[in-house]
Structure formats: C-alpha cells, structure tokens
C-alpha cells in the first residue's frame, strides 16, 4: 500500500517569499492533516480536513498560511509571505474517517528553510 | 492550551539495557496517550498506545506505564538495540476529532 506522498522535500526561500507544498493521502483516507515541526519539538498540527471541510484550524497562522483540499483528496499548503520562524519540517498525515489518531499515518514531510 | 512535557531531551544507553523516557500532561480531558517512534527523514509513527484507566501496556519490548493521579506516563524499552535508535514522542489524544498533542520528543541513542 503506498503511504502517504509529499512534494517537494526540500525548499530553501528568502523571508517574504511565498511557498507551497503538496500532499496526497493514502487512498480511501477522508481525514488529512498539516503539522509543522519546528526543530527539537514535537509537530503542531496547523490544520485538519474531514473530505472537504475544515474541522479544526485553530493553530493556523491565517494571516499567512492557507490550505485547501479540492475533492477531498489532494491538499496543498501555502505560506505567504515566509518569515525566519517558519523554518520547519511541514508533515502531512491521514487517517480514515471516523478512526482518527490510530489510523493516522504520516508523510516524510517537506523540510522548509526561510534564509 | 493543553500540554505534554517529556524528558530528558537526550538518552545514551548500552545496548540490552533499559531505556526510560517521562511525559507528563496537565490536565485530565485526554483520551489516549500514544508514543510515536520518527527516524531520521521520516514522519512520527505511532509505536504502543495506553487508556486512562490502564496502569500498564506491554507490547514486545515496549511498556507504557501509567499513573493517572500524578498525570504521568512512561515509555520502557527492554533489552534496548541500536536499530531503536530514533526519536521518540509522547502524545495525548483529546476532542471529538481526536487531536493529537505531541511532547518537545526524546533523541535516543543505543550504542553497541
């Protein structure tokens, strides 16, 4: 079974620039996740789709980050404008409804550093 | 904002020895209380997992123990091996979408 997939893995941009990532869950997964994990701490999670909705955005950032998750499969993140403190690892999970954390499987993540 | 508080930061043992790793949570609206294993490169993924009203769960070499009336848990890993080598998480589950809320993780190193 394919696992969790992000793009890219890398990414190195100056502060004030606007990046975006990429997830794509395992398939038949309804709920996906955004964590972010800053160096030496365990990852935050900035926001949760159930399909299409949003059920829980309350750590993210809104005047700087969004996500969206079209047909309730694909999502991406977008930071825009970047700043130093965003330097992290952007960890994108799924789970299947209704069975959430036990079924949750993690992506390699994207590490992102802001110069 | 709720919070999961671990340690220690590092952890060097022999292998074949015990390894012990402490969390501690603040308050009692959690669910579950799992730990994750992350290697290099890689996402959390989750290892063993424990109820509120469970004192103890061994699963192979790993032992969650818990004590609910000083809110604390602990992982035990038996007969350490350096393949176990990673970093490792406490976690407490809470809400109706079952958030996870993950400690600050603990680099464990066994050396041969």
């Known amino acids: 079974e394919a696992g969790v997939a992000q793009s890219p893995r890398y990414k190195i941009i100056e502060k004030r620039q606007s990046v975006a990532f990429w997830c794509n869950p395992i398939?038949?997964?309804?709920?996906l996740y955004w964590y972010q994990q800053i160096l030496g701490q365990g990852p935050k999670l900035l926001i949760q789709?159930?399909?299409?909705?949003?059920?829980?955005d309350s750590q993210l950032p809104k005047d700087r980050f969004s996500a969206e998750r079209l047909k309730g499969v694909d999502s991406t993140l977008k930071i825009q404008p970047a700043k130093l403190e965003d330097s992290a690892v952007y960890l994108c999970?799924?789970?299947?409804?209704?069975?959430?954390?036990?079924?949750?499987?993690f992506g390699p993540g994207t590490r992102l550093l802001v110069l | 904002q709720q919070q999961v508080k671990q340690s220690p930061q590092s952890l060097i043992v022999q292998k074949g020895g015990i390894s012990i790793i402490n969390c501690a949570y603040e308050?009692?609206?959690?669910?579950?209380f799992p730990w994750y294993q992350q290697f290099p490169g890689k996402g959390p993924a989750l290892l063993i997992a424990?109820?509120?009203?469970?004192s103890e769960k061994k699963e192979g070499r790993f032992t969650i123990s818990f004590n609910k009336s000083a809110k604390q848990f602990s992982l035990h890993i038996m007969d350490s091996q350096p393949g176990d080598s990673a970093t490792y998480f406490c976690?407490?589950?809470?809400?109706?979408?079952?958030?996870?809320?993950f400690g600050t993780g603990t680099k464990l190193q066994v050396i041969p």
């Open positions: 999970a799924s789970s299947l409804a209704g069975a959430t954390w036990e079924t949750q499987y």
């Open positions: 398939s038949g997964h309804a709920t």
């Open positions: 789709f159930q399909n299409n909705g949003v059920v829980d």
């Open positions: 308050n009692t609206a959690f669910d579950y």
């Open positions: 424990i109820r509120p009203d469970v």
């Open positions: 976690a407490a589950v809470s809400g109706g979408y079952q958030k996870v809320t």
